[in-house]
């Protein structure tokens, strides 16, 4: 499926009651548990170097979300427009990631990225609103959309319309360990021992103590 990819994210300092605001407000959930993504590209990075971006991202829901399943993206390079990020996208959805993950090995492609998150995704007037949290960082909050949508559900979750900006994720990132001191993790593996910065339904899921 061919589309156009229209974003702002924004830190939420306060996850619960953003996400008690949702429900109020009778945001549908469609769905909540981990999505991990792996980027791949050529040992030349041609892709990077174009500023596109070839994924394959995987959902494994919680308890209650449906099944398990995987999508793979190609993205062209970012743009902004009207203080939005764009971006052409290219996606379809497999069962599976196995046999996607070894077709790309077997054309020279390898993991240049991976990135690890607990999500949750709602449906408010006309946008797709994802909370995420990372291994170690803020939690984020995307609104995707077309621009009247994303305006609309924006100012419905009560944070500040000057929160919401079209900055990459690294650059949350970059800004994370300028505030903090402390590196972030975008991803399990970059963790070590600690543990993660998960929402308590997914810390419970993995057996995890608080």
């Known amino acids: 499926m061919s589309e156009r990819e229209i974003e702002l994210k924004a830190i939420v300092d306060d996850p619960a009651k953003l996400v008690a605001r949702l429900g109020s407000l009778g945001a549908t959930r469609a769905f909540r548990g981990r999505m991990s993504d792996r980027r791949y590209d050529l040992p030349s990075r041609s892709l990077a170097a174009r500023d596109e971006v070839l994924r394959v991202r995987t959902f494994e829901p919680a308890v209650g979300s449906p099944g398990r399943l995987a999508e793979v993206a190609w993205k062209g390079p970012t743009r902004q427009d009207r203080g939005y990020k764009e971006r052409d996208e290219l996606q379809f959805v497999v069962g599976e990631s196995g046999s ?43 609104v995707e959309g077309q621009p009247a949508a994303i305006e609309e559900a924006a100012a419905a979750t009560g944070v500040p319309r000057a929160n919401f900006t079209a900055d990459r994720l690294l650059d949350f990132a970059a800004r994370y360990q300028q505030r903090t001191g402390t590196a972030p993790a975008l991803n399990v593996a970059a963790l070590g021992a600690g543990k993660p910065a998960w929402p308590d339904w997914a810390l419970e899921r993995d057996g995890r103590t608080h």
């Open 100 to 142: 996607v993950e070894a077709m790309l090995a077997k054309l020279g492609l390898a993991v240049t990225e991976a990135i690890d998150r607990c999500v949750e995704f709602y449906q408010l007037r006309g946008a797709v609103l994802r909370l995420e949290w990372y291994p170690r960082m803020d939690v984020l909050l995307e």
